[in-house]
């Protein structure tokens, strides 16, 4: 049984795939939500974690020793797998962006998250090696794009998307996904939280030792907001249960608020949404 942190409490976790034979079990879109004590409820301010059950075990791990990583000198292939598999879990940010010409375009990426309510800004970073992504170039032209939230019932539809194609390739078309009418790009309507956006700001990530821009990291503004009434709560807030998002782990492995949906998920690219 795999869980992880969640505000103070615990969501359980099991391992699951949606196509492959046992040992994994079925997929389910039925979302639920267990709710236990944390890991230590009598814990006190300044008690040491050596004082604590779980924190001895913890701590017993360090007999083994540390292993240390010089970025500089390690192959930035071994640096991402390696990134990837520590920072979790990671939202994902379903972009839709359209060109000066019009053409519209969809990516998922894993490089998402919020970073202030006020202004309300989101940021997600598309990488510029080999090539610098659609996405980046469409985000630039001042049009405006919308941020689709991923939910688990259209894991497949979305994944697709981070197949590395021509400008003109439709990717709506591929991800079986239909277009909603949003300003100026089309936001897909299989998506329960959607926030259409204008770009904030742009920072090329230039690495410090080759000089090459490897990373733009998009800030974007939120104008509107779109959210599904079914999946609002009576606080009015988005329910953890109602909205299925998905995360993504370790590659290939992708997670959501109840199971894990493993290698049928691969992108098409060979490595994760994140451009």
């Given at each position: 049984?795999?869980?992880f942190r969640l505000?103070?409490?615990?969501?359980?976790?099991v391992d699951t795939i949606n196509h492959l034979p046992c040992p994994y079990l079925p997929s389910t879109t039925t979302f639920t939500a267990k709710f236990t004590e944390p890991p230590n409820p009598a814990w006190t301010f300044a008690q040491e974690i050596e004082n604590t059950e779980s924190g001895r075990k913890w701590l017993e791990g360090e007999e083994r020793g540390w292993k240390v990583i010089n970025t500089d000198e390690e192959d930035t292939a071994r640096l991402y797998p390696l990134m990837i598999s520590a920072i979790?879990?990671?939202?994902?940010a379903f972009v839709s962006s359209v060109s000066t010409?019009?053409?519209?375009?969809?990516?998922p990426f894993s490089w998402f998250n919020m970073v202030t309510n006020n202004p309300p800004l989101v940021s997600f970073c598309c990488t510029s090696v080999p090539h610098v992504k659609d996405t980046t170039t469409n985000v630039r032209n001042g049009l405006g794009f919308t941020v689709n939230i991923m939910s688990e019932p259209f894991v497949e539809n979305a994944?697709?998307?981070?197949?590395n194609a021509p400008p003109e390739f439709d990717k709506w078309t591929i991800g079986g996904l239909t277009k909603a009418p949003s300003v100026?790009?089309?936001r897909s309507n299989r998506s329960a939280h959607i926030k259409p956006k204008k770009l904030f700001q742009a920072i090329d990530v230039t690495h410090p030792v080759s000089g090459q821009i490897t990373t733009t990291m998009i800030f974007a503004h939120i104008k509107y907001i779109h959210v599904r009434n079914d999946v609002l709560?009576?606080?009015?807030?988005?329910g953890i249960?109602?909205?299925g998002d998905v995360f993504r782990l370790a590659r290939p492995v992708w997670d959501r608020e109840k199971e894990r949906i493993e290698s049928v998920l691969e992108s098409p690219e060979g490595r994760g949404p994140n451009g």
């Open positions: 049984m795999a869980c505000i103070g409490t615990h969501i359980n976790a979790v879990p990671r939202p994902i010409t019009r053409v519209e375009n969809l990516a994944n697709v998307a981070a197949i100026p790009s089309s709560n009576e606080r009015g807030i988005v249960t109602k909205v």
